[in-house]
């Protein structure tokens, strides 16, 4: 890629140890700014020395995980089957093919992101558009790959990529209006979606998903294996019983013609159901022992079950739907996510689905998921013991709630005016914006005790530092942006969090402070935060790049281990165990908007009991899209107690803010009186 000096400014953004010298040849070397720091984490010294061979070739080129470490520091060999080796022949450009697709629909006004631009073109054509199509078509060796490895019998594989779509399998194509209408683009011009033909677009896709779901898991159903895999030898009972009469008269006509007696037909049929039922227990019994080759492998996948609550019906589907439990198990469905997909750009849950392009994902009723972590946290929240279907809302469906929860929102309390809060210091607009009010505060998890562990992560995302912006809608077409009148994310932030160390302090007479770590496309411990060295924290802390939970938060639960390793266990691949004496991690989470990884810190959030998290969630005043991710945190919160949220939009009443935070972080009901003694600056004293 290019190496400007926007782009060497913003590598040593996340690269703070790292000279100009160095960030150029890892910019030159890379064809985007994240592939180049990913490079630099995972050598640092690649280029400040010769490297050898075998260090050009590793797996880091690949930015895949490199193998974990046992115990005892030799290098444990990671499992393999047809899955994970399409997993990473796909993680390879996976990120890219994202990145340029999101290139091309910003450069050309496209903000849905469920639409592909067009551009028709005579001519070889070097736009972005073009470059992604060209692209795309290059990668048809790896989409089949994927889909075989992830296809279920009866199934076909399809794309959108057809120069003639006649004899495509592709059900979308003709089924699916365009959302550009029936206007062409030629080789100066490009189309614009058009409002209409969009919402149809829509439509169409959300009743065929829906319709072609239910067919899918229908089919695989019905070719689930008839006996139980696991009394196989019933069958072999059954076919010594079965008596064949002697030959008839015309038994020689019959061999002749191969005509089969109906009693040679049950044998036969018999015969395979046994052949298939023992290959397929030996397959799953291989992929099992292959997966959890020890006691402690077992033991910590037994934990996470009985934990996330799936212990019951996983075994059912060992049982009675065993094909369905063999992709399930491939995919590594009933285990804790790998501690390496964390810092990993491209992981096995971060890979798009998309249904009329046929990028498919791991369950029978893939379509409509967005990517493979969201197909597997509500795949994993309907297999929970006594809980009900929860379906995934639509995109027409999610839209419609969270406008309707915008509507909702009303003048915050008054009792909580403060003419220090940053929308009046700013005076970005008069008065406070209206606000969603949270749900009355009911503890679930026992209060905060004095071992209990606080510790913040803060997003700061390039967009903490953009000026705020609202989507203009027309149906659910997004046709552009426009301006809100509030502070930036990131001053609101920085407000929340003096307020809430200030009261935690007073709380716990602690002066000392708490543990600040950043987020953003890398993690960063930036150090103890308190009421006297904020400002200068501030100042040091850089904002840019994408939103990646997942890396925050195995940098927060690292320093919380490193602090009680004592009572807890590492595992090679699925990371720190924490044991029954391990202290509660309470954890305040700021983010401003949806996480490219927020199911995946989700999913792994469900089996953990020794952390509790409270999410405050930024928003832009009169914004669809922040309604729409409270809504979701709100459904994580409803089956994951140990999770809760606050969110604020526009010019937002701080103190508010900070008492509902304090309740939910503490565990119990602060009164007001009790706040209004907690939010006093603390004393100047060590």
Not at 87 to 94: F, G, T
Not at 268 to 277: N, V
């Amino acid at each position: 890629m290019l190496s400007s000096k926007e782009n060497i400014s913003e590598f040593l953004a996340f690269a703070p140890g790292c000279n100009e010298g160095i960030a150029l040849k890892f910019l030159e070397k890379a064809n985007t700014l994240d592939e180049a720091v990913g490079q630099y984490y995972d050598n640092p010294d690649k280029y400040s020395h010769a490297s050898t061979k075998q260090d050009e070739n590793s797996q880091a080129r690949y930015n895949m995980p490199l193998p974990p470490m046992t115990t005892n520091g030799t290098a444990r060999r990671a499992h393999m089957n047809v899955l994970t080796e399409a997993e990473n022949i796909r993680a390879r450009d996976e990120q890219q093919m994202q990145n340029l697709l999101q290139t091309a629909q910003l450069n050309f006004g496209i903000y849905n992101p469920e639409i592909e631009p067009e551009h028709d073109a005579n001519l070889y054509c070097v736009c972005e558009i073009h470059q992604y199509k060209r692209r795309k078509m290059n990668r048809l060796h790896v989409h089949d790959i994927w889909s075989k490895a992830v296809m279920y019998p009866g199934e076909k594989v399809y794309h959108d990529c057809y120069q003639n779509p006649i004899f495509s399998n592709n059900p979308y194509t003709y089924s699916v209006t365009s959302p550009y209408a029936f206007t062409r683009s030629s080789f100066f011009a490009i189309p614009r979606p058009d409002p209409y033909y969009h919402a149809r677009s829509v439509h169409q896709i959300i009743e065929l998903n829906a319709a072609l779901n239910v067919n899918a898991q229908a089919l695989i159903n019905s070719q689930e294996p008839k006996v139980n895999i696991w009394r196989a030898e019933e069958l072999e009972t059954t076919m010594s019983n079965l008596t064949i009469p002697g030959p008839s008269k015309l038994s020689g006509l019959k061999k002749a013609l191969s005509i089969k007696s109906s009693e040679e037909r049950t044998a036969i049929k018999l015969r395979k159901q046994a052949d298939y039922a023992f290959d397929l227990r030996s397959r799953i019994l291989e992929e099992e022992h292959g997966r959890w080759s020890d006691e402690n492998d077992r033991q910590i996948v037994t934990t996470y079950q009985a934990k996330v609550g799936m212990t019951s019906k996983i075994a059912n589907l060992r049982n009675y739907y065993p094909i369905q439990y063999s992709h399930l198990l491939r995919a590594g469905y009933f285990e804790p996510i790998p501690v390496a997909w964390a810092n990993s750009a491209s992981n096995p849950l971060k890979f798009t689905i998309d249904a009329p392009a046929g990028w498919r994902g791991i369950t029978p009723s893939w379509r409509g998921f967005e990517d493979t972590a969201e197909e597997r946290l509500y795949w994993v929240l309907n297999h929970r013991e006594g809980e009900g279907v929860r379906m995934k809302p639509d995109m027409i469906s999610a839209l419609n709630m969270a406008r309707a929860r915008m509507a909702s929102a009303v003048e915050p309390p008054p009792a909580y005016y403060s003419a220090n809060d940053t929308c009046h210091i700013q005076h970005t607009s008069k008065g406070y914006s209206r606000q969603v009010m949270p749900a009355a505060f009911r503890p679930f998890d026992t209060p905060e005790i004095p071992t209990d562990h606080t510790m913040i992560l803060l997003d700061v995302s390039g967009s903490m530092d953009f000026e705020p912006m609202r989507p203009n809608y027309i149906q659910y077409l997004i046709t552009g942006y426009s301006p809100s009148t509030q502070p930036k994310n990131k001053d609101v932030a920085k407000a929340i969090i003096c307020r809430f160390t200030d009261a935690m302090s007073n709380h716990h007479q602690n002066w000392q402070g708490y543990q600040l770590t950043t987020f953003s496309t890398y993690a960063h411990c930036i150090g103890v935060v308190n009421h006297w060295n904020v400002d200068q924290m501030w100042r040091g802390i850089r904002f840019g790049g994408g939103t990646r939970v997942m890396t925050g938060w195995q940098k927060v639960k690292e320093l919380h281990f490193q602090k009680h390793s004592e009572s807890a266990t590492y595992h090679p691949v699925f990371g720190w165990q924490a044991g029954p004496q391990t202290p509660i991690l309470r954890l305040l989470l700021l983010l401003d908007g949806e996480a490219t990884d927020m199911d995946e810190f989700e999913l792994d959030l469900l089996s953990l009991s020794w952390v509790h998290v409270t999410i405050f969630l930024i928003g832009v005043d009169g914004c669809p899209h922040h309604h729409r991710h409270a809504n979701e945190l709100q459904r994580i919160s409803d089956v994951n107690h140990h999770v809760s949220f606050v969110d604020a939009q526009g010019n937002a009443p701080e103190r508010f803010i900070t008492h509902e935070l304090l309740k939910r972080h503490l565990g119990y009901e602060v009164s007001m009186s009790e706040f209004e003694e907690l939010e006093q600056p603390p004393p100047y004293s060590f």
